[in-house]
């Protein structure tokens, strides 16, 4: 059995919120009677957190959220010194309406090394087509937005994600808005569902038409060969409900509710009154890992087989909704299923081509798409088998640089690893794929291991 070790603390730092979103998947829990988590609070449950240690997989994650954290800006900055404080670098994330970001919230979040994640669903129809001020008055939140984030200074939303809700009204302008948000300055765009929204066939239909417009993007920009629109297209991410869907043991995730209960979800911590059964700890007990892997049991008990494919929306977040607020899942399971099969029909190969890409982004021999190499072959090349067991990526790459910029325009390229294969076969031959199609050559690849 694995050792359990959560990697990303979810802290819903408030239930307040001065905005009332239609689709708020915290709905329940800013219904209850305002709370919020003390200081002290805060640092026992970092402290329960950071005694796990930090694992393999890089960097663990405290997320603030809410409600909205930065209506509590006092308490969100004494947190985030306490964790700097602190020997393990966690990555820190503020999820935030942006409503209330002014120069030095944002200049003191930045200065800690927090990422900001503004909700944001596209221009200002799409946006306050869902968001809404609480207490109403018809003001727009995405004028009260633009204001703020065009007050920070230049450059500043490059490091900041754009957070977007996607609902079946607003998914037609999915394309668009991706666009827009690019065009504001925002490098990354990470979208979600609204988790519990039912999907019509009606709605089915426009979400594959969306989709269809998408693919046709990645695939215009990837037929280009131009690295820079490439990158471009492929700067957003879908929330990936992979994990969830595997075997339903999403046990890296825990989340705290502001009454200082711990949770294995998110769903859970928002439930409100009704979450209370499936708490898996408190700041005085810690976080009971028995409990925590029971609450997913019972979930994936209700799952069918034909409900278990992965795609954009979790069934086991939309089991234990259902079972948090005694509904049937049965129809949310078949809804989420749909979905998550045109998810995969449409876009599936192209969110792995996407994955892969930036997988390759980070590796130092890998990633540069731009580079070109020193020398080339002069005359055309048409076959290279390469033993690629032992050499190193940088060498690796030179051999498949050597056939593909050769005068030839296709190129039959074999990668040999041998027994004992590295990890870097799969990214040199992802990388001979990518390369090629830039350079315009048309390549046999053939990648062969004896361990694979
Ligand atoms: S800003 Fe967030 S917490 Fe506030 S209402 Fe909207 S979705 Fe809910």
Same mark, same amino acid.
């Given at each position: 059995?694995? #050792?359990?070790?959560?990697?990303?603390?979810?802290?819903?730092?408030?239930?307040?919120?001065? +905005?009332?979103?239609?689709?708020?998947?915290?709905?329940?829990?800013? $219904?209850?009677?305002?709370?919020?988590?003390?200081? $002290?609070?805060?640092?026992k449950? &970092?402290?329960?957190? $950071?005694?796990?240690?930090?694992?393999?997989?890089?960097?663990?994650?405290?997320?603030?959220?809410?409600?909205?954290?930065?209506?509590?800006?006092?308490?969100?900055?004494?947190?985030?010194l306490?964790?700097?404080?602190?020997?393990?670098?966690?990555d820190?994330?503020?999820?935030?309406?942006?409503?209330l970001?002014?120069?030095?919230? $944002?200049?003191?979040?930045?200065?800690?090394? #927090?990422?900001?994640?503004?909700?944001?669903?596209? =221009?200002?129809?799409?946006?306050?087509?869902?968001?809404?001020?609480?207490?109403?008055?018809?003001?727009? &939140?995405?004028?009260?937005?633009?204001?703020?984030?065009r007050?920070?200074?230049?450059?500043?939303?490059?490091?900041?994600?754009?957070?977007?809700?996607?609902?079946?009204?607003?998914?037609?302008? +999915?394309? !668009?808005?991706?666009?827009?948000?690019?065009?504001? @300055?925002?490098?990354? #765009?990470?979208?979600?569902?609204?988790?519990?929204?039912?999907?019509?066939?009606?709605? +089915?239909?426009?979400?594959?038409?969306?989709?269809?417009a998408?693919?046709?993007?990645?695939?215009?920009?990837?037929?280009?060969?131009?690295?820079?629109?490439?990158?471009? &297209?492929?700067?957003?991410?879908?929330e990936n409900?992979?994990?969830?869907?595997?075997?339903?043991?999403?046990?890296?995730? &825990?989340?705290?509710?502001?009454?200082?209960?711990?949770?294995?979800?998110?769903t859970?911590?928002?439930?409100?009154?009704g979450? =209370?059964?499936?708490?898996?700890?408190?700041?005085?007990? =810690?976080?009971?890992?028995?409990?925590?892997?029971?609450?997913?049991?019972?979930?994936?008990?209700?799952i069918?087989?034909?409900?278990?494919?992965?795609?954009?929306?979790?069934?086991?977040?939309?089991?234990?909704?259902?079972?948090?607020?005694?509904?049937?899942?049965?129809?949310?399971?078949?809804?989420?299923?749909?979905?998550?099969?045109?998810?995969?029909?449409?876009i599936?190969?192209l969110?792995?081509?996407?994955?892969?890409?930036?997988?390759?982004?980070?590796?130092?021999?890998?990633?540069?798409l731009?580079?070109?190499p020193?020398?080339?072959?002069?005359?055309?090349v048409?076959?290279?088998?390469?033993?690629?067991?032992?050499?190193?990526?940088?060498?690796?790459?030179?051999?498949?640089?050597?056939?593909?910029?050769?005068?030839?325009?296709? #190129?039959?390229?074999?990668?040999?690893?041998?027994? @004992?294969?590295g990890?870097?076969?799969?990214?040199?031959?992802?990388?001979?794929?990518?390369?090629?199609?830039? +350079?315009?050559?048309?390549?046999?690849?053939?990648?062969?291991? !004896?361990?694979?």
């Amino acid at each position: 059995m694995s #050792v359990f070790r959560p990697t990303r603390l979810e802290i819903f730092l408030t239930n307040r919120c001065n +905005l009332r979103c239609t689709y708020c998947s915290s709905r329940h829990l800013l $219904a209850g009677a305002a709370g919020t988590l003390s200081a $002290a609070a805060l640092k026992k449950a &970092v402290s329960i957190f $950071a005694a796990y240690g930090p694992g393999p997989g890089g960097p663990r994650t405290i997320c603030f959220t809410g409600g909205e954290p930065l209506l509590e800006f006092p308490l969100l900055k004494e947190a985030v010194l306490h964790i700097r404080s602190l020997r393990e670098r966690f990555d820190i994330t503020v999820n935030t309406n942006a409503t209330l970001l002014d120069r030095s919230k $944002a200049a003191f979040l930045a200065r800690s090394g #927090v990422y900001l994640a503004v909700s944001l669903d596209g =221009g200002k129809e799409v946006h306050d087509a869902h968001r809404v001020f609480a207490g109403g008055g018809g003001a727009s &939140v995405y004028d009260a937005l633009l204001r703020n984030l065009r007050a920070l200074p230049p450059d500043s939303l490059a490091g900041v994600r754009a957070s977007v809700t996607v609902t079946s009204r607003t998914m037609p302008s +999915l394309p !668009d808005t991706i666009e827009t948000l690019q065009d504001m @300055g925002f490098r990354f #765009v990470e979208l979600g569902l609204d988790a519990y929204e039912r999907w019509t066939p009606a709605g +089915l239909r426009a979400l594959g038409r969306t989709l269809d417009a998408l693919r046709a993007r990645y695939a215009a920009a990837l037929a280009s060969g131009d690295p820079a629109r490439i990158a471009r &297209v492929f700067s957003f991410s879908l929330e990936n409900k992979r994990q969830k869907a595997g075997f339903y043991t999403p046990l890296g995730d &825990v989340s705290l509710s502001p009454e200082g209960r711990f949770y294995p979800s998110d769903t859970l911590a928002t439930a409100g009154a009704g979450g =209370g059964d499936f708490s898996v700890g408190d700041l005085e007990t =810690g976080i009971d890992e028995s409990k925590l892997r029971a609450v997913y049991r019972r979930a994936a008990a209700l799952i069918p087989p034909g409900a278990r494919a992965e795609g954009a929306f979790s069934p086991v977040d939309r089991c234990l909704y259902c079972l948090v607020h005694g509904l049937d899942p049965r129809a949310l399971l078949a809804d989420a299923a749909a979905a998550n099969r045109l998810f995969s029909e449409k876009i599936g190969g192209l969110l792995e081509v996407q994955r892969v890409w930036r997988e390759l982004a980070k590796d130092r021999e890998f990633g540069d798409l731009a580079h070109a190499p020193r020398q080339a072959a002069s005359k055309p090349v048409r076959r290279l088998a390469v033993a690629a067991g032992g050499l190193a990526p940088a060498a690796l790459r030179a051999a498949a640089d050597f056939a593909l910029y050769s005068p030839s325009p296709s #190129v039959r390229l074999r990668l040999a690893a041998g027994r @004992g294969a590295g990890p870097d076969l799969g990214t040199a031959a992802v990388y001979s794929s990518l390369k090629a199609r830039l +350079l315009g050559k048309k390549l046999r690849l053939a990648a062969e291991s !004896d361990s694979l």
